[in-house]
């Protein structure tokens, strides 16, 4: 299959996988991709019409999962289908389809626990005051500013938080309005991603994402495409107004907001065998 150019229409980009369901795979962020942001991530869900259109992808793709940067058991839960394959922690967990526990890699054990000292230690009274919420994803740790009193504080106060983590070893992740401390640099939504894909004798995929990490995603599938791991690939950037410009300016097809990817993931389904009612 001759490599289309990033700036073909989108029509043309996606007919191939429409084409070829079974080799292909759908790849999809979370928050800001499948489920609007809001102001609480535990009040976070993905609408019935975005689950309806992957429940059909499901039935119909070689591989449809979900890449968070939640846990794979609460990206589960807020997507709200168990015949999913789930990526949690940004790839450090792996739940597959009606498993009961997520895989973690033991290697990664002893690191998150150097994580979760880190984390007790900077989770300070002044952070709370400041309007900072702390989030224990087990190896990793999360403090969010979204809606803090003055989230310009509160980022500068965790701006020293992940220089204190630097010095320790430890490897801060910036995403929209929150800092990650992860326990390891070796792990990201683009190995996520490869290991999706890997031995499953896909042909083609398509990532959708929203926020910085996912860039991570976007560049690994062009790795795996310049290489011949995958015929083709196409990215998605899901425009939003907190969302980084570069989401938008290295995406093959750009679409706006959580609807706009419904759109798209619809699109990729005959119009047969779509949800009705």
Not at 11 to 25: G, I, Q, V, W
Not at 95 to 105: F, H, T, V
Not at 148 to 169: C, H, K, P
Not at 179 to 207: H, N, Q, S, Y
Request: contains cysteine; hydrophobic residues 40%.
């Amino acid at each position: 299959m001759t490599p289309l150019p990033r700036t073909a229409p989108p029509e043309r980009l996606l007919a191939p996988l429409r084409e070829r369901p079974r080799e292909s795979a759908i790849l999809c962020d979370v928050d800001g991709t499948l489920a609007p942001i809001v102001a609480r991530p535990a009040d976070a869900a993905v609408p019935r019409r975005a689950r309806e259109a992957l429940d059909a992808l499901a039935a119909r793709y070689g591989l449809v999962a979900c890449v968070s940067g939640r846990r794979a058991a609460e990206a589960r839960r807020i997507v709200g289908l168990g015949s999913l394959s789930y990526f949690g922690n940004h790839g450090l967990e792996t739940l597959g389809p009606g498993a009961d526990e997520p895989q973690l890699d033991p290697a990664i054990r002893p690191l998150a626990e150097r994580v979760r000292r880190f984390a007790d230690e900077h989770s300070t009274d002044a952070l709370e005051r400041l309007g900072v919420r702390f989030e224990d994803k087990d190896a990793i740790r999360a403090f969010h500013y979204r809606g803090a009193r003055d989230e310009e504080a509160a980022r500068r106060a965790l701006e020293g938080i992940a220089e204190a983590a630097t010095r320790q070893g430890l490897h801060p992740h910036w995403g929209r309005k929150v800092l990650e401390i992860r326990p390891t640099d070796g792990v990201d939504k683009g190995t996520a991603v490869a290991a999706a894909v890997e031995g499953r004798g896909l042909a083609l995929a398509l990532f959708g994402g929203d926020d910085a990490t996912d860039l991570d995603a976007f560049r690994r599938l062009r790795e795996l495409t310049g290489r011949g791991a995958l015929e083709a690939a196409v990215c998605v950037g899901v425009a939003s107004t907190e969302g980084p410009p570069a989401i938008v300016e290295d995406a093959d097809v750009v679409v706006e907001g959580t609807d706009g990817f419904t759109e798209l993931l619809e699109s990729l389904v005959p119009e047969h065998e779509r949800a009705t009612g």
